[in-house]
Every structure is written in C-alpha cells, then in structure tokens.
C-alpha cells in the first residue's frame, strides 16, 4: 500500500477501548475543521465536521470536539475496532479559502 | 456517493516527459481541486476550480498546470517534469453547498 507518513506519532489502542486523537491549529481565523481516515492505498475519507459556532458535534462512534481557546481539536471514536487502523488527519479552513490546510498525520493501531 | 476517479493510478516517467493526470467526477460538484501528499508535509493544494473555465492557483502550483473544459473533468498536466514532482497525487471535489471535500483514490506518480 501507499506509505502516507514514514514517521507519525502513533496511537496504538486495544479493540473496544475509547480512542482520542488530537490536533492542534495556529490560525484563529479558522472556522471550519475536518477529520479524515486514510487507510493505505486509498484517498481521505471523509468523517466529521464542525463549524467555529460549535464546540461539539457527534457522528455515529465518532466525536469531534472544537477549544477555540487553545486552537486544539480532537477526535473521539467509541469502541474502537480493528477496522478503525488507519492514519487520521485534521484539516482547517476559513470563509474565502478555497483550499483545506491539513495536519500530518496520526496513526492509529488497534491492537485485537 | 461522491465518486471520483483518477487515472493513472500509477505512473512511472523521466525527467521532461509531458505527463497528464485524469479527474473525472459524477457528482456534478462546481468545485475541484487537486493536493499533493508528501511525507512530513501532509496534503497541500496544487489548484483549484470553482466551475468550468474557472482555476485558480493553490498553495504548490510551480510546475503543475490544470484545465476545466468541462465541469465533471479536471485534468492536472505536468509539462516538464522533475523528480521533486514525485508524489501521491489526490483530486478533490466539492459542492458549492457544503465545505466538505471528497477525495479521489490517488495517483502514485515516480519522476526519474
């Protein structure tokens, strides 16, 4: 498969644990933030938004939360399956952009 | 679904050889663009295009040029190109609706 990052920091969790993965941002224009899962080989997928107006949004197993305060934003998955290994990547953006500025990268082993 | 496909999937030239990479979309979305994904540095923005005959310069577009004759295609053209142009290439799509973009398969593409 495609190597998407030789040297990212690297989550690794047991299946059914509650994963966490953080993102820190500089911009406080920033507005809109995204998750996205790439597994090897393939494109980003798209998982969660969220807007600067919230600080909070639930998906199905998954939570993204926004401190506009410290520019961090995190990604919460519940139960994690092995299914769920794959490297995780936060995108930012602001009104007028037109591009996303994306993150390096964390990878995610779920242990069996 | 969002589908987006590229063509090559894989690409293998030397240095000079005048290359084009497909995009082709059947969502109807205005919006396309095209990244780059290298390691360490994550995805950057090559172009963009807001609708047909309508691009604009993203954030690495040296040596890359596009073209939106059509609004479901947005092929990314490498007149010359030269081994700093090895890459993981992604296309992009977006409605004018939403922020949310969706991704392509990739293109793995080896300058020598």
């Known amino acids: 498969g495609e190597s998407v990052g030789l040297h990212l920091p690297t989550l690794s969790v047991q299946e059914g644990d509650n994963s966490i993965i953080n993102c820190a941002y500089s911009?406080?224009?920033?507005?809109?933030f995204i998750w996205y899962k790439q597994e090897s080989g393939k494109g980003p997928q798209f998982i969660i938004d969220?807007?600067?107006?919230?600080d909070k949004r639930q998906g199905q197993r998954v939570t993204v939360l926004l401190n506009k305060t410290v520019k961090h934003l995190s990604l919460q998955i519940a139960a994690t399956q092995p299914g769920d290994s794959a490297v995780y990547f936060c995108a930012e953006s602001y009104t007028g952009r037109r591009a996303l500025t994306f993150g390096s990268g964390t990878r995610l082993q779920v242990q069996p | 679904e969002a589908q987006v496909t590229q063509n090559p999937r894989y690409l293998i030239t030397v240095t000079g050889k005048k290359l084009t990479v497909t995009c082709s979309q059947n969502?109807?979305?205005?919006?396309m663009s095209w990244y780059r994904q290298d390691p360490g540095l994550g995805l950057r923005q090559i172009y963009y295009?807001?609708?047909?005959?309508?691009?604009d310069k993203g954030d690495v577009p040296e040596g890359y040029k596009v073209s939106r004759k059509e609004k479901r295609n947005f092929p990314l053209i490498l007149e010359s190109p030269s081994p700093n142009q090895t890459s993981l290439y992604f296309c992009?799509?977006?409605?004018?609706?939403?922020?949310?973009?969706?991704f392509g398969p990739g293109t793995r593409l080896t300058v020598l």
């Open positions: 295009s807001m609708n047909v005959e309508v691009t």
């Open positions: 911009n406080s224009a920033s507005d809109y």
């Open positions: 969220i807007r600067s107006n919230m």
């Open positions: 969502m109807n979305h205005e919006y």
């Open positions: 992009a799509i977006r409605s004018r609706f939403t922020d949310t973009q969706y």
